[in-house]
């Protein structure tokens, strides 16, 4: 099957899927940050957590769509440098797709609560499996942020494991254009 496709296609698809999970990523954790702090009365008081919910759905979407590429399409490149980063890096990968699944699962089961579904930017609603009540709500929302805290603190270790790497990309694509 990845055969079919050349490996620049392979590698712009994976490269692209990658950059645009990380941005929606960001845009819905500082989302979350900052509707949480929004008053009753404000303009967005409602609108924002429905806004973060579609986005975060958005990244569960796009991180699955990343596993089923990387399953097919990719094989990994080697990591330069000292052999824990070798070691680390695959670990962190797994790790991730662990923990966006995590996050987005979490996050879903806080409204879904009380028995209500989520819109998908008004699209599609995901329905609700389960309904506990407060202890879900409770539960789930400590773990979601425990989770977002977690995602993050690897991501540092990711980036400066990767940092070369980018650079040298980045270097490349200049000689290129230059
Ligand atoms: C990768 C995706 C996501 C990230 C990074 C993220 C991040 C966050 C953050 C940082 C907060 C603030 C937590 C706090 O201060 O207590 C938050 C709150 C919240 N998130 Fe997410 N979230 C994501 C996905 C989702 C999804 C998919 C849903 C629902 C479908 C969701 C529902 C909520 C709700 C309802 C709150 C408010 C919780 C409260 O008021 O205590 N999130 N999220």
Redesign the pocket.
């Known amino acids: 099957m990845g055969q079919i496709l050349g490996e620049n296609v392979k590698s712009f698809v994976a490269n692209a899927l990658h950059w645009i999970s990380a941005a929606v990523?960001v845009s819905?954790?500082s989302l979350?940050?900052y509707?949480?702090s929004l008053e009753f009365m404000h303009p967005w008081y409602n609108s924002a957590?429905d806004f973060?919910?579609s986005?975060?759905?958005a990244?569960?979407f796009l991180v699955a769509i990343r596993s089923v590429w990387r399953f097919f399409f990719i094989e990994p490149a080697p990591i330069p440098g000292g052999d824990w980063k070798r070691s680390v890096d695959p670990i962190l990968h797994r790790g991730f797709y662990f923990l966006?699944f995590g996050?987005?699962f979490c996050?879903?089961l806080?409204?879904?609560a009380d028995g209500r579904g989520?819109e998908f930017f008004g699209l599609f609603e995901?329905p609700a499996l389960f309904s506990y009540k407060e202890p879900q709500e409770e539960i789930a929302?400590t773990l979601?942020?425990s989770l977002?805290f977690l995602?993050l603190c690897l991501a540092l270790l990711h980036t400066r494991i990767n940092i070369r790497r980018c650079a040298s990309k980045f270097k490349s694509l200049f000689k290129l254009s230059s």
């Open positions: 990523f819905t954790l979350g940050l509707m949480t957590p973060h919910k986005t975060g759905i990244v569960f966006f996050i987005t996050g879903y806080i409204p879904t989520v995901v929302g979601h942020l977002v995602t």
